[in-house]
């Protein structure tokens, strides 16, 4: 859909590159190492010009394949890059072949490090990728990863995750525990929800999207939500005419407020404005007048009867119901 953004669940994301390998004939490695170029990219964009030094942490799945990808591909741009690799009771062909050539390029260079334990990480880092679990992953942390991703949250330097932050839910947005705190998180082939809402939002930081070589169709088609940019909110909006006033773009009116809770009626009333309303008209008691007045000038105010304690009380009916008379919306 043009203009907005589709929305993955970690489902919907596992059915779209299912589709992309046997309906599409794109290999899985291709698509694991299209994935960790485009966040190497990301970053690079984030180290310094001088002698980065980059720290890779990847777990036993298809997410630390991605993150040696990423490892690799720093090196060739220039990064010393330590690589602590955990390892894995069963391995996927993509993983493992990625790994074998990680192993032979840190025979053959010293700036290209492989690492079981923290002690043997060599900082301090320009930045450190998490590439411990991935979307598939829910739940608590448990056996090392929980200490790995402890130790990822508390480095000073910028954290990019990869495709999800460690610990967090990838369709829920729930965060376990000790969850990865990550700056910048890679969402590959499209956003996961997760990304977005609950405990994830707070642990992605910025997230950005990377095209990974999944068709688009398969991607819209997984979709679970949409979310609008700024284009498509622009193009939707509708337009008002050169001739246009106030009460041709929309009457409004709230019924809000009393003399104690002034300021429901001021933040109610100027979100209507905000919202696109031409007339925007508050009844609010008398004694609530002169502060909506004094926050917003485009509010018109309808001072109606009050009660004893400052409250819209029946007494106020009669007047309340006339400003609804031909009101477009009401709050």
């Known amino acids: 859909m043009t203009g907005l953004v589709p929305i993955l669940t970690a489902q919907g994301m596992r059915d779209a590159e299912a589709a992309a390998i046997d309906a599409w004939g794109i290999p899985a490695r291709v698509l694991m190492e299209t994935a960790g170029r485009a966040a ?3 970053v690079s964009d984030l180290l310094p010009a001088e002698a980065p030094r980059v720290a890779v942490l990847c777990g036993p799945g298809n997410n630390g394949g991605d993150g040696l990808v990423v490892a690799r591909a ?15 009771a ?39 990728v998490d590439a411990l679990l991935g979307t598939g992953a829910t739940g608590d942390l448990r056996g090392r990863t929980g ?29 376990a525990d ?4 990550a700056d910048v998180t890679v969402a590959f082939g499209a956003a996961k929800a997760g990304l977005l809402v609950g405990d994830g939002a707070q642990c992605a930081g910025r997230v950005e999207t990377a095209e990974i070589g999944v068709p688009q169709a398969e991607i819209e088609a997984a979709a679970a939500a949409y979310a609008a940019t700024d284009a498509w909110v622009r193009t939707h909006l509708p337009r008002r005419g050169a001739n246009a ?37 508050c009844c609010t008691p008398q004694s609530g ?8 000038a485009e509010v018109m ?22 400003r609804l008379d031909g009101a477009d919306a009401a709050l």
């Open 301 to 322: 105010v309808a001072a109606c009867p009050e009660t004893s304690g400052g409250a819209l009380g029946m007494p106020a009916f009669d007047p309340v119901s006339e």
């Open 289 to 296: 007048q002169a502060t909506i007045d004094a926050h917003s």
């Open 245 to 281: 006033n106030k009460y041709s773009a929309g009457k409004a009116v709230t019924v809000v407020g009393s003399r104690a809770f002034t300021g429901a009626a001021v933040l109610s009333s100027t979100a209507a404005l905000r919202a696109g309303a031409g007339a925007v008209i």
């Open 90 to 128: 069963s391995e996927s062909a993509d993983r493992k072949a990625n790994r074998q050539i990680a192993e032979r390029l840190a025979r053959d260079t010293e700036t290209f490090r492989l690492a079981e334990t923290l002690d043997e990480l060599t900082g301090p880092f320009d930045a450190v």
């Open 74 to 88: 720093l090196h060739a741009r220039g990064a010393a890059v330590d690589v602590l690799l955990m390892p894995a």
């Open 178 to 181: 000790g969850s990865v705190r």
């Open 147 to 175: 200490p790995l991703a402890a130790w990822i949250s508390r480095q000073p330097c910028p954290v990019v995750a990869l495709d999800v932050p460690t610990g967090v839910d990838a369709t829920t947005g729930k965060a």
């Open 40 to 42: 190497a990219r990301v």
